[in-house]
């Protein structure tokens, strides 16, 4: 066993654990936190993506014990805590950018990281190839697309910082 | 149309638990105690068990149980079942080879089960099943779809050959007939390409044994839990069904593949008595890619005949189909009756006949991927219809409205009765939509490019709304496929609805909430749609074949009837009026050519309380349930037109423009709607351009991970343009014909006879790889050479 400590949606989490155990595993098994996804096991599909440190990760290939001493966000974590949805989240559901859902946490994680990375103002080619490491089966995309343009957008308008509020 | 009600884009009411992470699949559910099942597979494509040694792995940390198959067999567990018997030509039945969850005596697919580890942890159930040692006695395997039947390895010894049934459908001698006279006949031969279905959510169960109530609970990935539970109970036979419960909670997409009642899910069930303890398991994507049901994986000769007037007079198809080493649940209706009754596309044929060999093969069991045999029809006939258009001369778009069905109903050759559609409409409209008059121009803009653009059509029909019982039930169906349904109004006006139909994308949280909220006149968040639970539904049949419209919601119309029906007595008391005098309008009863009124709310309440009636002249309460048996298929249809643009030296193509037209009838939310639509292209451009499952000889599966097989990617697709037309389905109460497949059904053959168009070689195979786009391109400049 060993002992991991890091923040966890601004909480500070200690834990003893096998050291082969993934960050999401950690996030879903230790920290009980369930909206973090695993869809391949192999790095392609992003159901797990995770924010580390302020950028997206995909937490299925991540050791806990990597991730000492960090600051992780998930799903879970980017709402304000009166509940209002970040803005990327409000996007998704007013765009129809999920059916299944399952793929989704995944998406908003990237989807908020391009924008940090890229911007607010995002063209349709940008966004397609920026999601190449999330799959999802259900939407074809198209309504994703349009999502990640208008949460871009909204991202620039809301009072709220860009960063999460856990961070 | 209000802006909740049937027709408005109502954002989704279950997103909100979606898009912050609440959701609760499967995987998320752990029970106290709980230990986790691995389930340790053949590495073999066919062998036999000659020994299995897990002494050792019995004894490692952790480990409560190794179980196999012949631990089912002393409990006297049945084999997993095909619910659809299939004759022979010659009247025989269809050669079933037993299916045990855990092998008995031999292995016939990599990825087969021969025994589950269970253990505290999974991390320890994966250690203790590398130290069982099975002692193989490998056999060939038998791979190839096309020379299954002429194999010397049999998969089953029930059936030689390898030939699961040998079925036709249709007039042999019309068609004889109809190709003799034919001036033109056109031939092809077609693979359609075997898919892994792929729903992001890996299938899981975790099964729990109650003692003191000699009680199981089954949570699991299921399309259709009740239909899971009587398969359990009364086939395989691990409990009665007041004994068993199957919860299906949110369910990450399913595509088909979630219908079947599969091997580790009964055997989860099964085992958490034999251990005492919750048994958990839950795929990896590499399991998933083994041992979920495949999809199509047919060989097909085709043939279309065509009189001097361009109209198509004959029909011939004989098709291989694959269906893996066990018959999966309902496999076996799929190459047959999902298949051959689709063969005559949109057009008048008048005579059809369609063969088909269905054979064993020692691969993972194919069963329904979204679209389930009319993908596979749909293909056959619009790459006929698209070749001869082109051998002809004949405009495609022209050729196709030559032949369209314009009077209705209409009489198929092949079972189905075509009750109402306007396919012309969807045509000229998508025609527009795409500037297909503008097409020529942007060819020759390519041309300057370098690119070579083409442009391909897909005229599709499917047949959904599954299905009528009896009608089902004489094709050998071995259960009915109508729908339940249970409105339960509570006192203070709100409302339960209990549906036999299982949401896992589709937003039935919202749709049914909209369809409740027109009819009852109350607020949407007024509305709760339960489903998924056997213990809270009586009886469903689940959501598959795109059904849930058609008949999941018209079975709630029923009993929204039957709610207002009793309602409009409540309200007779309550206004002291004659229930004939009583009218239902936007959520309030009212006595005609009075001012009294009484609002649903109010109604239910009185219904409650029951001071306003006698309770022996009329039941108190209001709680009304349905049971709706369709009347017949409904039968959405549409036009899809692909644009593409090929690099003739690399062969990489470009998906530049997809229009689609679909006609679904009466359409609850559009927005949904469309974005079943998008998600059903996305699939078949993945079947058309990208996925394939590719086995070796020996049998070894070659795409098992997200890094062989190719998903569909964001950067792989264009945005889609999506239009509509309406006319509404005759046969049930809603007008709904179903959308689900739709995308799936037409985009393959849209695009292949968009890429065939761009390189001038009909010689493009699924997937159109690069590779072989840009060998396709070769050949069309050779050919182009040598003329």
């Not at chain 1, 050791?63 to 000492?68: D, I």
């Not at chain 2, 638990?17 to 389930?39: E, K, L, S, V």
């Not at chain 2, 194999?151 to 109809?178: F, R």
């Not at chain 2, 509509?724 to 179903?738: D, F, Q």
Request: some cysteine; overall charge neutral.
């Amino acid at each position: 066993m060993a002992t991991v400590s890091m923040t966890v949606n601004g909480k500070a989490v200690t834990a003893d654990i096998d050291p082969r155990t993934l960050l999401v595993q950690f996030i879903r098994e230790n920290q009980l936190l369930t909206g973090t996804h695993v869809g391949c096991d192999t790095s392609q599909c992003g159901a797990c993506v995770v924010h580390i440190d302020g950028k997206a990760v995909k937490s299925c290939t991540t050791l806990a014990l990597q991730c000492q001493g960090a600051s992780v966000v998930t799903i879970e974590g980017i709402a304000a805590a009166d509940g209002t949805l970040h803005p990327m989240q409000e996007a998704f559901r007013e765009h129809h950018g999920l059916q299944c859902g399952f793929c989704t946490p995944g998406m908003i994680m990237s989807a908020i990281d391009i924008v940090n990375r890229k911007g607010n103002s995002l063209d349709e080619h940008t966004i397609r190839e920026e999601l190449e490491g999330n799959i999802c089966r259900c939407t074809g995309y198209h309504n994703i697309v349009r999502a990640v343009d208008a949460g871009a957008k909204a991202m620039a308008g809301s009072a709220r910082p860009i960063k999460h509020a856990a961070e | 149309m209000s802006a909740t009600g049937i027709g408005a884009s109502v954002r989704r009411k279950e997103d909100h638990r979606f898009i912050t992470g609440a959701g609760r699949y499967t995987d998320d559910i752990n029970r106290p105690g709980q230990a986790h099942a691995y389930f340790l597979r053949s590495p073999h494509a066919h062998a036999t068990i000659k020994k299995i040694d897990a002494s050792k792995a019995k004894a490692m940390p952790g480990v409560l149980a190794v179980l196999t198959g012949d631990d089912l067999a002393a409990d006297k567990i049945g084999g997993l079942i095909c619910g659809w018997m299939i004759h022979n030509k010659d009247g025989s039945p269809m050669r079933a080879g037993g299916h045990p969850a855990l092998a008995q005596g031999k292995v016939r697919y990599v990825g087969d089960h021969v025994a589950v580890i269970i253990a505290d942890t999974l991390a320890q159930a994966r250690d203790a099943a590398e130290a069982v040692t099975v002692d193989y006695g490998v056999l060939p395997a038998v791979v190839d779809t096309a020379t299954a039947m002429t194999s010397k390895t049999v998969v089953h010894d029930v059936a030689p050959n390898n030939s699961v049934y040998n079925w036709h459908l249709g007039n042999k001698d019309d068609t004889e007939k109809a190709f003799k006279a034919a001036k033109h006949v056109v031939k092809m031969n077609i693979v359609n390409n075997r898919l892994a279905p792929n729903p992001m959510e890996p299938r899981a169960a975790i099964g729990l044994y109650d003692k003191a109530e000699d009680h199981y609970t089954l949570y699991t990935t299921s399309q259709n839990p009740h239909v899971a539970r009587l398969v359990l109970s009364a086939f395989i036979g691990i409990a009665p069904e007041n004994k068993l419960r199957v919860v299906a909670p949110d369910v990450g997409g399913g595509f088909g593949s979630k219908i079947f009642i599969y091997a580790e899910e009964t055997v989860c069930v099964w085992a958490s008595k034999k251990v005492g303890r919750p048994v958990k398991w839950n795929s990896d994507r590499t399991e998933a890619f083994l041992s979920d049901a495949h999809g199509r994986d047919h060989v097909t000769e085709a043939q279309m005949a065509i009189d001097e007037n361009g109209k198509i007079t004959g029909l011939r198809v004989h098709t291989i189909a694959n269906l893996g080493a066990y018959l999966s649940t309902f496999s076996s209706s799929v190459p047959t009756y999902l298949y051959a009754p689709l063969l005559s596309g949109q057009y008048n044929i008048p005579a059809i006949y369609a063969e088909v060999d269905a054979v064993y093969t020692t691969t993972a069991p194919v069963d329904a991927y979204r679209g389930a045999g009319r993908p596979e029809a749909t293909f056959v006939v619009e790459r006929l219809v698209e070749v001869a258009a082109r051998q002809l001369g004949i405009d495609p778009a022209k050729f196709r409205q030559m032949n369209y069905i314009t009077k209705f109903p209409h009489q198929t050759p092949v079972i189905m009765m075509y009750d109402a559609g306007n396919y012309n409409a969807s045509m000229k409209k998508a025609l527009e939509a795409a500037d297909y008059k503008g097409f020529g121009k942007r060819r020759k803009e390519a041309e300057k490019r370098g690119k070579l653009r083409g442009i391909g059509f897909s005229s599709y029909i499917e047949a959904c709304g599954i299905a009528p019982s009896a009608a089902v039930g004489s094709l050998g169906a071995g259960v009915g496929l109508w729908e339940s349904a249970e409105v339960r109004v509570n006192p203070i006006g709100t409302v339960e609805i209990l549906t036999g139909s299982h949401s896992h994308g589709q937003g039935h949280e919202t749709t049914f909430a909209q369809l409740v909220s027109d009819r009852l006149g109350v607020p949407l968040e007024s509305v709760s749609i339960i489903h998924g639970d056997t213990d809270k539904v009586q009886m469903g049949m689940g959501t598959y074949g795109s059904r849930s419209g058609a008949v999941g919601m018209s079975a709630i119309s029923k009993a929204l009837d039957k709610v207002i029906a009793k309602g409009k007595k409540v309200a007779a008391y309550v206004l002291e009026a004659s229930e004939k005098d009583i009218d239902f309008k936007d959520g309030k009863f009212s006595v005609k050519g009075t001012d009294k009124t009484l609002d649903f709310g109010a109604c239910a309440l009185q219904a409650y309380i029951a001071h306003k009636f006698n309770g022996q002249d009329l039941e108190p309460g209001l709680k009304e349930g349905a049971f709706y048996d369709p009347t017949n298929f409904t039968f959405p249809a549409g036009v899809h037109i692909a644009e593409v643009e090929v690099d003739p030296d690399t062969g990489v193509t470009k998906v530049v423009n997809w229009t689609a037209v679909d006609d679904f009838g009466v359409v609850i939310n559009p927005m949904i709607v469309e974005g079943q639509v998008h998600g059903g292209i996305a699939q078949g451009i993945g079947q058309a351009m990208l996925e394939g499952v590719v086995y070796d000889k020996e049998g070894q599966l070659v795409t098992a991970s997200y890094m062989d097989y190719c998903m569909p990617r964001a950067d792989d697709l264009p945005s889609f343009t999506v239009g509509m037309t309406v006319t509404a389905c005759p046969s049930n109460p809603l007008g709904i014909k179903g959308c689900g497949e739709a995308g799936a059904i037409a985009a393959p053959p849209a695009l292949i006879n968009a890429i065939t168009d761009a390189v001038g070689h009909e010689d493009v195979a699924m997937p159109a790889t690069p590779k072989v786009v840009w060998r396709a391109a070769q050949k069309a400049l050779k050919k182009m050479a040598a003329e």
